[in-house]
């Protein structure tokens, strides 16, 4: 069975994105820009939900290949592209790169996924991991947390009917004040 994490930057005050899905707040130092890139080389498969797909799928499959990229950048490239993913979307009309689209069920197909054999899998945006969180199937939760209150907008969490009972497995500091905390479901 794979396990599902569910990582993402996130503000002090709990919001992946500022109203109008502003990300400005959210530029990484080059040691967390490192950790990220090692953990897509890590990730077995990525989950994404359409609008943080849209915004990869923009950016980095030529990203390494444009003026002045840098060598951090161009790997972290390379290593997102082989990556494999898939996209959950009911609107999004076709995926490309090394992505396949789920268009129906995803709580129904991140189960399927979640029962194979195969590497840990990503969960990446926030509306895909509430259905993901709301149904329990997120093993952990990867919080790397910016010293910044954005006041609302995406929020990290979604509204539960039930507690979800966590255990902290991991802490970190990044230049910048820059936390990463990392907590495994208990069941």
Not at 121 to 131: F, K, P, R, Y
């Amino acid at each position: 069975m794979r396990k599902l994490t569910f990582a993402m930057n996130v503000t002090l005050d709990g919001y992946v994105a500022a109203p109008g899905d502003d990300l400005g707040w959210s530029a990484p130092s080059d040691e967390l820009f490192q950790w990220w890139s090692d953990r897509v080389a890590a990730t077995g498969l990525a989950l994404y939900g359409r609008r943080i797909w849209e915004g990869m799928s923009s950016h980095w499959p030529t990203a390494d290949q444009q003026p002045g990229v840098t060598p951090a950048h161009a790997e972290y490239a390379r290593r997102w592209r082989d990556m494999p993913k898939v996209v959950f979307s009911s609107t999004a009309g076709a995926v490309d790169g090394n992505a396949r689209l789920v268009t129906g069920d995803a709580v129904a197909e991140i189960a399927r996924l979640k029962a194979e054999d195969g590497g840990p899998m990503d969960i990446c945006g926030a509306t895909l991991a509430a259905a993901a969180v709301r149904a329990g199937l997120v093993d952990d939760y990867v919080l790397v947390t910016a010293p910044v209150l954005v006041g609302g907008g995406t929020p990290f969490f979604p509204a539960l009917d039930t507690w979800v009972d966590l255990a902290l497995v991991e802490t970190r500091t990044f230049p910048g004040g820059v936390v990463l905390t990392r907590y495994e479901t208990m069941r």
